[in-house]
């Protein structure tokens, strides 16, 4: 049997800032290690099956084969307890400290390693997100200097890129040898760049090209010839190139567009970009990908802050999810909608660069776990939409186990979300 996902999320990011100084875990921030078991029960009480969440590499990885699972051993248990179905995300734009930062040619070897030993562990979990929002990952710690290893360049952000995808390839491969059925949920960020002048549309098309690298790299497509001459030009070789194109795992993947009033650009004609605002839509951007990849999609983040009026995220939300209707009615098969995260955030609006304890009104709930006006929303959607869209359209279902006791799970059978 197999349903619609709806879902949300523990925000779990956990880069470092301040020359690697600082660490942003957003799960210490927003108090989620010390009311998870809270957490858990408001997903149940906002009707999502669904969740996207993972245990804190840096807590968790503690060294090569070294592990402290005590918080995905209670946190894992209570999901399956309340039946709610992981979508586990193992690398949340940080790395333990051992390993540094996505320049470390080690870091790929042991992420798959690490990614073995969760499976082994929890066997019965099917979803996983190995690597989340692989393009971001790379522009913010490499490029634009914002986290981690802080450099801005096209050879320190080809290196990042090139570790980083390799790292979910090895991950996917490792996980399907424990769990041959597991599917993966690519959560990558949808972006389109707009040129404000004629003189940048030369600048504007290379970003488009730039945007689809890692999830070309990762499901084995071959890119264009000037995309191909950047990344030989920025350090990757022939043979890590091969590499890719060797590795193809499409048929056990879902494509994860996130999108948010962030991911378009202006582009001026120096290539500097400044936010356009919502000009296309996640409708018109996620149909640029399915063309592209041909794979089924999962709108796999989005969310809005609660402004002055009180209404904003909750328009946002209908907007949303009236894009996710469109796609699906011109025929991409969607298979999931989610809105991150569960709770609100910390220092999103500096993008975590800047520590200043702002709580930023993104959640279905607050930080004191008061419902938001999203949140009523987001849970009367589930209920108005769950039964209806799994009757509608094969397109929109995908073979998940759903959880059924702690002792298992019968094969071939579930429950709705």
């Known amino acids: 049997m197999t349903y619609f996902m709806f879902a949300t999320g523990i925000e779990n990011s956990n880069p470092t800032i301040e020359g690697g100084r600082v660490r942003r875990d957003q799960m210490e921030e927003c108090g989620h290690y010390a009311r998870w078991k809270e957490d858990l029960a408001l997903v149940a009480e906002t009707g999502c099956g669904f969740l996207r969440i993972g245990p804190p590499i840096h807590r968790t990885l503690l060294g090569p084969g070294r592990h402290d699972w005590d918080y995905a051993d209670q946190v894992f248990a209570e999901m399956r307890r309340l039946k709610i179905v992981p979508i586990v995300d193992l690398c949340h734009f940080g790395l333990p400290d051992w390993l540094g930062d996505f320049q470390n040619p080690d870091f790929p070897a042991a992420f798959a390693e690490y990614a073995r030993a969760f499976a082994e562990r929890f066997p019965w979990v099917q979803l996983y ?239 004191d776990r008061k419902v938001r006006k999203v949140g009523l929303a987001y849970r009367k959607l589930i209920s108005d939409w769950r039964d209806v869209l799994p009757a509608q359209s094969l397109c929109l279902q995908v073979p998940v186990h759903m959880l059924r006791d702690p002792d298992g799970w019968p094969e071939g059978e579930g429950r709705e979300c």
């Open 129 to 367: 997100t190995p690597v989340n929002e692989m393009y971001i990952t790379a522009i913010f710690s490499a490029r634009y200097g914002w986290w981690n290893e802080q450099l801005r360049s096209d050879r320190g952000f080809v290196t990042a890129l090139k570790h980083i995808v390799r790292a979910n390839v090895l991950a996917m491969e490792a996980i399907l040898e424990v769990r041959p059925d597991a599917l993966f949920i690519q959560s990558e960020s949808s972006e389109y760049y707009h040129a404000d002048s004629p003189a940048a549309i030369g600048p504007a098309e290379v970003m488009n090209a730039e945007r689809f690298l890692s999830l070309d790299l990762n499901y084995g497509i071959r890119v264009s010839s000037e995309m191909y001459d950047y990344l030989l030009d920025n350090g990757m070789t022939r043979e890590e190139y091969r590499f890719f194109m060797s590795h193809r795992l499409k048929r056990w993947c879902i494509m994860g567009n996130d999108y948010y009033v962030t991911n378009e650009h202006l582009v001026s004609p120096d290539g500097r970009t400044r936010a356009s605002g919502e000009v296309f839509g996640y409708a018109t951007i996620t149909r640029q990908y399915y063309d592209r990849y041909r794979m089924p999609v999962m709108h796999t983040e989005t969310n809005l802050q609660e402004g002055p009026r009180g209404d904003e995220a909750v328009q946002w939300l209908w907007k949303q999810w009236a894009n996710v209707l469109r796609v699906r009615n011109d025929g991409v098969p969607v298979v999931g909608f989610t809105w991150f995260s569960l709770i609100d955030q910390v220092d999103w609006d500096t993008a975590l660069r800047e520590r200043n304890g702002r709580q930023n009104p993104l959640g279905l709930y607050d930080l």
